[in-house]
């Protein structure tokens, strides 16, 4: 089969919106996995491996990079390293908070939230205990056994007629931290059954998006700032940006 054939195969169940010699960047649809695990499943890092192999007629084993993941039922963007030197740097850069990523995510609006000022930003301060068996984490105001705290900051960007849509910036990495967060202020994510949301999605995801990273590029030293297409769905795309 020519490469050009193989690639248009690629195309229909994986998007590549950034790429280069270093680093690639794609759109995991919600019900991906980002690398394997228990579940057997074909994970995304090695759908891009093998675009990669094709791509570029590599012989052998195609290096790729895992330096971070998004939630099974989330959509977006995730980065991946091509080379080993961008591995190290971009762990480094996220561990650091150098690489910023934010998040879309329509939630159940609430009649604790304040409409009239919406479009600031807010703080949200919680400490975080996951809980392993249930796969789940739970806030508190204040720290408890085994906590950790959590940041983001996060406003109110757009509505629906039902729903409203939030933009999260992340300030630390936690279990489930802005599943959490968002639902113990009353804003459950639609679909998000696990965090009081009110119903699930017919498909199983929840409308969280993995909307744009932004970081210094780990090689090029070029600013790199990329934004997700958005779900293809009605709900995300009739959204009116009050912005």
Request: with cysteine.
């Given at each position: ?9 690629f ?5 590549v ?46 290096f ?32 650091g ?14 009649k ?40 983001l ?38 679909g998000?059954?696990?965090y ?13 998006l ?34």
């Amino acid at each position: 089969m020519a490469v050009s054939v193989l690639l248009r195969n690629f195309a229909d169940v994986m998007r590549v919106v950034y790429e280069d010699n270093h680093i690639i960047i794609v759109y995991k649809e919600s019900g991906e996995i980002v690398q394997g695990d228990k579940t057997g499943d074909t994970p995304l890092s090695e759908i891009v491996k093998s675009y990669i192999k094709e791509k570029y007629q590599k012989p052998g084993a195609v290096f790729l990079g895992v330096v971070h993941r998004l939630d099974r039922p989330v959509s977006g963007l995730v980065v991946f390293a091509r080379t080993s030197k961008a591995l190290t740097r971009l762990n480094k850069m996220f561990a650091g908070n150098e690489v910023h990523k934010t998040y879309w995510a329509i939630v159940q609006p609430s009649k604790n939230i304040d409409t009239a000022d919406e479009g600031e930003w807010h703080t949200l301060e919680h400490w975080l205990v996951r809980n392993e068996q249930q796969n789940k984490s739970y806030a508190y105001d204040h720290e408890v056994p085994h906590s950790k705290k959590a940041t983001l900051r996060y406003r109110i960007i757009g509505h629906s007629d039902r729903y409203s849509l939030a933009e999260v910036r992340l300030l630390t990495g936690r279990h489930h931290q802005i599943r959490c967060q968002l639902s113990t202020i009353g804003l459950p994510i639609k679909g998000d059954l696990k965090y009081g949301a009110r119903r699930s999605n017919p498909d199983g995801s929840i409308s969280l998006l993995s909307r744009h990273v932004e970081f210094i590029h780990p090689v090029s030293k070029e600013p790199v700032a990329i934004d997700s297409p958005l779900p293809d769905d009605p709900l995300w795309t009739n959204m009116k940006l009050i912005r």
